[in-house]
């Protein structure tokens, strides 16, 4: 069953979600993390440097649709394994 809630991380300094771009697309997939410490891990594994300056935050299942319209993105990557990473894409119709 897909969860409630995903987290997402957001740059605490000009607001901008965490993305991937895997063919070099403008505006990529939103990575969302089913569970916090999911995000925490990936921060810690793969942006230890920059951790500070990066926050996790929640958001409803319901509202990732008007955040995808809203920020423009092509879809999104949801993260199985936040340590090697594995993730999923997805875009959105």
């Known amino acids: 069953m897909l969860s409630e809630v995903y987290y997402l991380i957001r740059s605490k300094s000009d607001g901008r979600y965490l993305t991937a771009r895997p063919d070099g697309e403008a505006s990529g997939y939103l990575l969302l993390f089913a569970e916090n410490f999911d995000a925490l891990s990936y921060l810690n594994t793969h942006a230890a440097d920059v951790a500070n300056r990066l926050a996790v935050e929640s958001i409803p299942r319901t509202q990732v ?7 423009g993105f092509i879809g999104v990557g949801v993260v199985t394994d936040p340590l090697l990473p594995k993730i999923d894409f997805l875009q959105h119709g």
């Open 65 to 71: 649709g008007s955040l995808l319209k809203r920020w």
